[in-house]
C-alpha cells in the first residue's frame, strides 16, 4: 500500500514530495496511520518536516467517500521548516505538535527585512475549525484565536527572552527583556492592544546610528487600533487609527506616561514626567545634530528635570508596516517644558560649565530656550541669572544674563593680555553679559558684557595701588572695552577717566581710540610717598589727559601748590607753573609704550624747553633737556623701573648746580624706605654754601657692595683752593658712609683720609678712621695761622680716632684720637750767634763746613734735621705726649698742651745744645767723667712756651718749675731722639786706647 498512499497523499495535499517510513494502521474510531521517519515537502516549499514521526486521522466518512485527506495531524520529534509568505498553505482541521524543532523564515518586506529564527522543543495545538492555536517552548508561551475573516480575535504572548528573535530585530535592542503582549478585537473593527517590556538590567533601543541612547527598564503600552473597510475584496481592511491609551516608560526611578494617537499617517504624543535625569534627556537629542552637537551633549553629567511635559509629532506612513527611519526622526515636531535643578550646561568644549543650574527650560523643534533662575559661572565668577537659547538651525549657544562677578576671575577667563599683570584684590562688579558660543570651540564667538563696580575696586596696576569706583565698563571681545565717567581714586590722586581701546581681532593687542582723564593730587603725601627732593610741600596739583588721532596730551597744573628747595626753586600758592607733553603709543612692541615726544613747562620757577620719554608696563623713562632753575642749569635724565628688585638711574649733566637746589632734610624723613638707585653726574660749576667746585663727577649707587665716586678738580673757599679731590666710598644702609679713600692737594699739602661714619640718633654723622696730611710743613703752619716761625720741611701728620660732624659746630668739636707728626729738613726762625756757632763746631759735619756746603749755616734760622711729635686729642684739648727735633746745633724734647678753641699752648721744652762738644769731650775719659759724668751733657736748658698759638713767649725756667726734678724723667725725655731717630749715623765712632 505503501507507494498507493505515498502517491494518493502527495496528491491529495499538494506536497513536492513525500516519504514514508515504517507505516502501521490501527482502528479507533477513525483509521489511524502511524508513520516512522517521515519527510514531507510542500509544493510552494512553504512546510517542510523531516526525521519525525507522524499520527494521521482519516474520517471513515472521508474513506467512504474515497478521500483519504487527514482531519488531524500529530507531530511528534523531529524537525518543522516553515516559510511565510503571500501564498496559502493548506492545513489540517487540527495540527498537533510535539518537542518539535520549528525553523521560521519571513521573508523580507518593505517593512522589515529577512527574518529567520528557530525554536527549539516546540509544543502546538492547532484547530482549523475553532481557530485557535496554542504553542509553548522554553522561551515563550502563546495563546491566539483568529475571528472568521482572518484577523486575529485575541492574543497573548509571553517571552521569556528575545534571543528567538531574528537577528535583525535583537540588534536593535541591548539586553535580553521579558515582553508580554496581549491582543483583544472589541467589533469588527477595532483591537485593543497591550504589550510590556521588562528587564532587570537597563535595557537600550538602537533606533539611531549613535548607539544606546534610548534606554529602559520597563515600557508598556495600551493601544486601541482601529481599521477601516474598503470596498476592494483583496484589501478587505486598512489601518485608520491608532489610540495610545498609555505609554509608560520607566528607568529606575524616572518614570513617563504619556497619551497619544495616531491617523492619517502622524503620530501625535503627549507625555509627562515628574522627575527625569537631565544627561538622559540630552541624549535622547543626541540625533538632531552632527558629531560637534552630540560631544556637546555628552560633557553634561548632572542635573535633574522635574514636572516636565512633551508634546510631539512623527509623520509614520503606516506603524504596521514599518518603523520610522532618523530622517523621520529628525523631522520630528516637538515640545518640551521642564524645570531643572542642578545641571551644568557646558560652554562649548572648553572645560568651563554653567553649573548648578536651576531653571525653566523649553525644547521645541526649532530652539532650546531657558530661563535660568540661579547658575553658577565658571572660574568663581557667582552666582547669575539670565536666559539660555541654542536655535537647533546653528546650534550656538547664546546666554545673556546678570551676575555679582569677580572681576579678575572674569579677565583671566577670556580677558585680554594687557591686563594679566593687574592685581584685582577680590574686586566685583555687578555684570551683564551676552554670550555667544559655537558649541564646537573653547572660546566665545561674541562676548558682550557690562561692569558696574559693586563698591571700590582696590587694584594693582603694574604695581601702582589704585581705586576705581561708579562708572561703567563696556567689553566687547571682538571690538574692544570702553570704560565711561570711571571715579579713580589712589594713594595720591582723585579724579574721573573715560577710556576707549578696540581689537581688530583677538591675537592682536587692543589699540587705544580715546582717553579722557582729570585728577587732583595732595603734594605733600605724594613727595613724601616718591621721596621728592623739596622741602615744605603743600597744596595741590591739577592733572588731565587726553588721546584723540593716536596722540597723547597730557598737562600737570601746580598752580594751587607751593614747596621750597625744588632744584633751588621757592613756589607760593597761586603761582602759576604748569608741565605739557605730547605723545604717542606704540603696540607694535614687546611692551605697549607711550613715547612722550615734547615735555615743556609753563611759569617762572622751573623752565625746560625740551623733554622727553618713555613708560610702559616695565618702567618710566624721562630725558630733561635744557633744564632750569635759580640753582640749577643742565640735563637729567631718569629711568625708573617699575620692578622693585631693579634700580632707578639717574644721569645729570648739569653747567651749574647749587647745594640749595636740595633741602636739607626730606619731609617726613622717619617715614622713609630704601630704594635702589644709580646716581651718574658731571657737573661743571657745584656750589656749596661758601664752597664753590668746579670739574665735578659722582657716581652713587644704593647697592651696598657698590663703590661711590666723588672727583673735583677744583674746590674753592674763602680760606683756601682744593684741588684734585678723589673719594671713593660705599653706602651699606641705614646713613653709613665707608669713605675708604679720599685724596685731595691744598696749599702745598696732599691730604688722605679713610673713615667710617655712621648717623647719630642725636643728629650729625660719626666718623671714625685716620686723616693724613703731607707737604710742605712751614707753609702749612703759616697758613693756618699757628707760627710764622716754621720755614720749609716736609711734613707728615696722621690723626686716628672719632669725631662727630654737626652742622655749624667747629671742626674739632666731639674729636677723640692720636696724633702724630713728623718733619724732615725744616728751619725755626730763632737760635742767634750761639746756635750758629754750636752748629759750625759740629766734628760729623767738619767735611761738608770746608768745602761751603753746609745749609744749616748759611740759611735763616736753625735747620732742623727732624721735628716728631706724639699727642693725644679730645676735643679743643691736645695733649703732647712727646715732641722732639733734632738739629746740628742741639736736640729738643718737651711735653705740653695745646687749647685750639683759645688758641693757646702750654708747654715744657727741653734743649740739649753742645752734644757736638760732648762728642768730643766723649773721647777724653777723665774729662768726661769729671765734668759730665756718664749720663749727662755738660750743659742742657728747659724752656716754657705758652700763650696764643701766634706769639707765643718762651722763658727759660728751672727743671723742678717744669715738674722735672727726677733726673730720670729727664734721662727718659733726652732718650726720645735716640729711640725716634736713631744715633747720627754721620758722627765718628768711639775709639779707646789700648
Known sequence: ??????????????????HLGELSLRWAGFLWLKVDRLDFTSTNHGIAYHDGSASVRIPLSALFNGDIAPDKILLKHGALDIELDDSETILPEQ??????????????????????????????????????????????????QWDEDGFPGQLNLHCNNIDWLPASIRQLINGSPQA???????DHQRWEVKSSIASQNPVS???????????????????????????????????????????????????????????????????????????????????????????????????????????????????LQVWPNIEAFKSMSYKIKTDIEGADIALGISNGFLSNTRATVEIDSDAINAKIIDSMLPKDLGHSSGSLYIP???????????????????????????????????????SQFELMWDLTKTSPKEARITLYPDGLWNIDVLKFPLQLSKGVVKWDINKGISLKNMHLSGAHM????????????????????????????????????????????GGSINSSLRFQDG????????????????????????????????????????????????????????????????????????????????????????????????????????????????????????????????????????????????????RLASDKDSIGVMEAALVHTSQLDIMDVDARFTLPGEGKVEL?????????QILTISATLSPEAEGGMRWKGFAELHGDFGHLMNKGGLSSRFLEGDGNLIFSGQGLILKEQPWWKGLDGRLRMRVDQGRILEGGTLTTLLSAINLSQLPALLFGQRKDLSGPGIMYERLQMEAIMQSQNIHIRNVAMRSSAFDLVGQGNMNVENNTIDLFLIAKPLQNLDALLAKIPLVRDILGGRSHSLMRKVYHLSGPFTDAKVKAVRPRDAGLSDSGIIERLFNIPNNWFGPSEKEPPVKVSQ
Do not use: C
Open 205 to 319: 533601543l538602537r533606533l539611531t546610528p549613535i548607539g544606546d541612547i534610548y534606554q529602559f527598564d520597563t515600557l508598556s503600552t495600551k493601544l486601541q487600533i482601529q481599521m477601516r473597510g474598503n470596498t476592494k475584496e483583496t484589501d478587505a481592511f486598512k489601518l485608520k487609527q491608532i489610540n495610545v491609551d498609555e505609554l509608560i516608560w520607566a528607568l529606575g526611578e524616572s518614570k513617563i506616561t504619556a497619551q497619544g494617537e495616531w491617523s492619517d499617517g502622524t503620530l501625535l504624543v503627549n507625555a509627562a514626567s515628574n522627575l527625569l535625569p537631565m544627561p538622559l534627556i540630552w541624549s535622547w537629542l543626541q540625533p538632531l545634530g552632527d558629531p560637534g552637537w552630540q560631544q556637546w551633549l555628552k560633557q553634561m553629567q548632572h542635573g535633574i528635570a522635574r514636572q516636565a511635559q512633551a508634546d510631539l509629532s512623527l509623520r509614520w506612513p503606516d506603524p
Open 494 to 537: 582723585q579724579g574721573m577717566f573715560s577710556f576707549d581701546a578696540a581689537a581688530s581681532s583677538r591675537t592682536e593687542a587692543w589699540k587705544i581710540t580715546s582717553v579722557q582723564a582729570h585728577g587732583r593730587s595732595k603734594l605733600a603725601p605724594l613727595a613724601a610717598h616718591f621721596q621728592l627732593p623739596l622741602a615744605h610741600a
Open 1 to 18: 500500500m505503501r507507494p498507493n498512499i505515498e502517491s494518493y497523499l502527495q496528491q491529495q495535499l499538494e506536497l513536492n514530495e513525500l
Open 95 to 144: 495540527l498537533t505538535l510535539v518537542d518539535v524543532h520549528v525553523s521560521w523564515h519571513i521573508a523580507a518586506t518593505p517593512a522589515h527585512p529577512d527574518w529567520r529564527g528557530e525554536l527549539p522543543d516546540v509544543n502546538l495545538t492547532l484547530h482549523a475549525k475553532s481557530r485557535m492555536i496554542n504553542a509553548k517552548s522554553p522561551v515563550f508561551k502563546l495563546s491566539a
Open 392 to 430: 537647533l538651525d546653528t546650534l550656538l549657544l547664546n546666554i545673556t544674563g546678570s551676575a555679582n562677578t569677580d572681576v579678575a576671575n572674569l579677565l583671566h577667563w577670556f580677558g585680554p593680555a594687557e591686563v594679566n599683570d593687574w592685581q584685582w584684590n577680590k574686586a566685583r562688579a555687578n
Open 551 to 698: 596722540q597723547w596730551f597730557g598737562n600737570l597744573d601746580m598752580t594751587d601748590a607751593s614747596w621750597e628747595h625744588l632744584l633751588g626753586s621757592n613756589k607760593k600758592k597761586g603761582e602759576p607753573l604748569a608741565l605739557q607733553y605730547l605723545g604717542l603709543l606704540d603696540m607694535k612692541s614687546k611692551l605697549p609704550t607711550i613715547h612722550i615726544n615734547k615735555l615743556t613747562s609753563s611759569g617762572n620757577h622751573i623752565k625746560l624747553h625740551d623733554g622727553s620719554g618713555s613708560i610702559n608696563s616695565a618702567g618710566l623713562q624721562l630725558q630733561l633737556n635744557g633744564l632750569h632753575t635759580p640753582s640749577f642749569s643742565g640735563n637729567l635724565d631718569v629711568d625708573v623701573p617699575f620692578d622693585d628688585g631693579m634700580a632707578w638711574n639717574i644721569d645729570v649733566k648739569a653747567s651749574y648746580l647749587n647745594r640749595n637746589a636740595l633741602p636739607n632734610t626730606l619731609d617726613h624723613s622717619e617715614t622713609l624706605i630704601d630704594k635702589n638707585w644709580l646716581l651718574r653726574a658731571n657737573i661743571d660749576r657745584f656750589d656749596w654754601d661758601d664752597a664753590r667746585m668746579s670739574g665735578v663727577h659722582l
Open 180 to 186: 508580554d503582549l496581549t491582543l483583544r478585537r472589541k
Open 740 to 748: 675708604r679713600k679720599f685724596s685731595a692737594s691744598f696749599e702745598k
